[in-house]
């Protein structure tokens, strides 16, 4: 089994927002504002993400970071673009595949915003190569469309066998109090743009709005069977999305949280990951384990 868990690895977790507006573009908070709004709601980076415009990454202190970013758009997409060194040509902007390519070859990150907000379909997602990942929940778009979960994108893309990860993001853009909601926990050694970014590259990192996952793998149980099993902070439910009729849900009785689950793999899974939903709505997205291995 391949699978190396993010959550056993050495290092710290660190809190961050991965997409937010500020005046540069449409928000209506200067950079330094947004950059103290999370700095004073602990978190240790942020990504200031305006469409079209690239916010270099700083270090403001040895305890916080801002990422490089933008956040891209054109004719039925929106991407959201992180480490990179220049944005492409806006005369590209209805061709995603060619402004990917070319953020990829700079080594940036690359997501697909929202796409349930957008209207993009799965097979839209898919048609597109070298993603790294998709925003699994966008704060704004939930708050104001009821729109911002795009659990299925997701799992259409993994199981069509693409490898993405799934971010939740506030995308705020000060205009209502809808920021500190979508957060990532990445695991990383140390609090630099480089290390972060890696960690993000490799999955090191768990999506959430509010509850914790503490632990997560595989592992052969005593009958030399493979099962996947989570560990979380109290939730009503823990949820095991995998193969199309091969999940499942697993819930609390009546008045009482479960913190564990663990789930039977088959061969013909091909991934799996978890949600775990709490009492008061707050839901934690794992990333993906991939299970080519195991089959
Ligand atoms: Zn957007
Ligand atoms: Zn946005």
């Known amino acids: 089994m391949a ?24 928000g209506e908070l200067t950079p330094d504002q947004v950059i103290a709004w999370y700095d004073d709601h602990g978190y240790d980076l942020i990504a200031v993400s305006d469409h079209w415009v690239l916010s270099k990454g700083q270090t403001i202190r ?12 054109g004719a ?19 061709d995603p595949q060619r402004i ?32 790294d990942g998709l925003e699994a ?23 069509a066998g693409r490898q993405l990860t799934g971010l939740a993001v506030d995308d705020s853009h000060w205009h209502r109090p809808w920021q500190g909601i979508g957060y990532v926990m990445v695991r990383a050694p140390q609090l630099t743009e480089e290390a972060i970014l890696s960690a993000l590259a490799q999955g090191d990192f768990y999506s959430s709005t509010g509850p914790v ?18 560990r979380c902070s109290p939730c009503r439910e823990i949820i095991f999305y995998t193969a199309a009729q091969r999940g499942r849900r697993i819930a609390a009785a009546d008045g009482e949280l479960i913190s564990t689950a663990r ?15 709490a009492a008061d709505g707050g839901v934690a997205w794992a990333n993906p384990i991939y299970l080519a291995e195991t089959s």
Not at 7 to 26: A, C, E, I, M, V
Not at 62 to 73: G, M, N, V
Request: charged share 20%; aromatic share 10%.
């Open 137 to 159: 929940f966008n704060a704004v778009c939930e708050e104001s469309k009821g729109n911002g979960h795009s659990r299925v994108h997701w799992d259409d893309c993994l199981a």
């Open 100 to 131: 990917i390519d070319a953020l990829k070859a700079q080594g940036a990150l690359c997501y697909i915003a929202h796409p349930y907000w957008t209207g993009q379909s799965s097979a839209e997602v898919m048609a597109l190569q070298n993603l």
């Open 3 to 26: 699978f190396t868990s993010p959550y056993q690895k050495p290092g710290r977790w660190f809190k961050g927002n991965l997409h937010t507006h500020s005046t540069q573009s449409d």
């Open 76 to 94: 039925g997409y929106h991407l959201l673009t992180l480490g990179l060194t220049e944005l492409p040509p806006r005369e590209w902007a209805d």
């Open 62 to 73: 040895p305890d916080l970071i801002t990422l490089t970013a933008a956040e891209l758009h």
């Open 213 to 230: 996952i503490e632990d997560l793998g595989v592992l052969q149980n005593a009958h030399g069977e493979w099962e996947a099993y989570v």
């Open 263 to 277: 789930l039977a793999l088959h061969p013909q899974m091909r991934y799996v990951r978890v949600e775990c939903r």
